[in-house]
């Protein structure tokens, strides 16, 4: 199995900014699309942004584009989730997740194949 372990989250301010990290166990890490999510209580799992396997193409929910960066370090197994600019409706707990399988990427909540435990982001006003 794939295993995840979120870091970085935390309380920050409007306005301030986290690096969230997600690192992945197992040698085929570089294989795997990745990505963010994030969930806030009683809502939807909702789509942050992701990065191809190759790591060469990036995607991000409308909501968090300009202001949010992913990225992946393939040497350290590790996705990182820069986040700028925060606003009290960031505030969710985040998931890292890998796609379905090796050379594939997420395009969507039901391509995704496992799933870390979260990290959360509590942003105040």
């Known amino acids: 199995q794939v295993q995840l372990v979120e870091s970085g989250g935390g309380l920050v301010q409007a306005g301030g900014s986290l690096r969230l990290s997600c690192a992945a166990s197992?040698?085929?890490?570089?294989?795997?699309?990745m990505g963010w999510f994030r969930q806030a209580p009683g809502q939807d799992r909702e789509f942050v942004a992701t990065?191809?396997?190759?790591?060469?193409?990036?995607n991000y929910g409308d909501s968090v584009k300009g202001r949010f960066s992913i990225s992946r370090d393939n040497a350290k197994n590790t996705i990182f989730l820069q986040m700028g600019s925060l606003k009290p409706e960031d505030t969710a707990v985040y998931y890292c997740?890998?796609?379905?399988?090796?050379?594939?990427?997420?395009?969507?909540?039901?391509?995704?194949?496992?799933w870390g435990q979260g990290t959360q982001v509590t942003v105040s006003s």
């Open positions: 997740a890998t796609a379905r399988g090796p050379f594939s990427d997420i395009t969507n909540y039901v391509s995704v194949g496992y």
């Open positions: 197992g040698r085929t890490f570089s294989t795997y699309g």
């Open positions: 990065i191809s396997w190759r790591g060469g193409r990036t």
